[in-house]
């Protein structure tokens, strides 16, 4: 059990950091999409323009999954595992993931890295639909137990 919560720390310590380092995107979205688009060797306003708004768009879907992802890390750590609760903050991981790959598929005829990132956005969303789909079962049964004698 001990190493359980020893992972479960270092979880919350990586979602913190992901959050620390997305702040840190959206803050310097100016510089990066300079930068981006020198590198690549693209200009125009409305490049640039694109890709500050996917940056910032990114910020807000990003911040919301990584506060959900931290709330279900915080419930296990508490021992709160096979609860509806949890199945509830998964379905809203899975929704926000299958969301915001429409956004960002949205961006692909700016960016054609954006089709590769929507397609892995809508992967992660049926990986965590399955993930839930388990859960809820485990809910199920868990239930089911509590009420046996």
Do not use: W
């Not at 720390?9 to 990586?14: A, N, Q, T, Y």
């Not at 931290?70 to 199945?87: A, S």
């Amino acid at each position: 059990m001990r190493k359980s919560k020893a992972s479960i720390i270092i979880s919350k310590i990586s979602v913190i950091v992901l959050f620390l380092g997305l702040l840190g995107c959206v803050v310097f979205a100016r510089q990066l999409s300079g930068l981006y688009l020198d590198i690549v060797g693209r200009q125009g306003e409305e490049l640039t323009t694109a890709l500050r708004i996917l940056i910032y768009v990114a910020g807000v879907i990003g911040t919301i999954l990584l506060a959900l992802m931290y709330k279900l890390l915080d419930n296990v750590h508490r021992d709160i595992i096979f609860e509806d609760r949890n199945v509830k903050l998964l379905k809203a991981i899975q929704y926000i993931c299958y969301c915001s790959a429409a956004v960002i598929a949205v961006f692909t005829p700016y960016f054609i890295f954006a089709a590769a990132v929507a397609l892995a956005a809508a992967f992660v969303g049926l990986l965590i639909r399955v993930i839930t789909n388990v859960f809820q079962s485990a809910v199920q049964i868990k239930q089911e137990n509590d009420f046996t004698i």
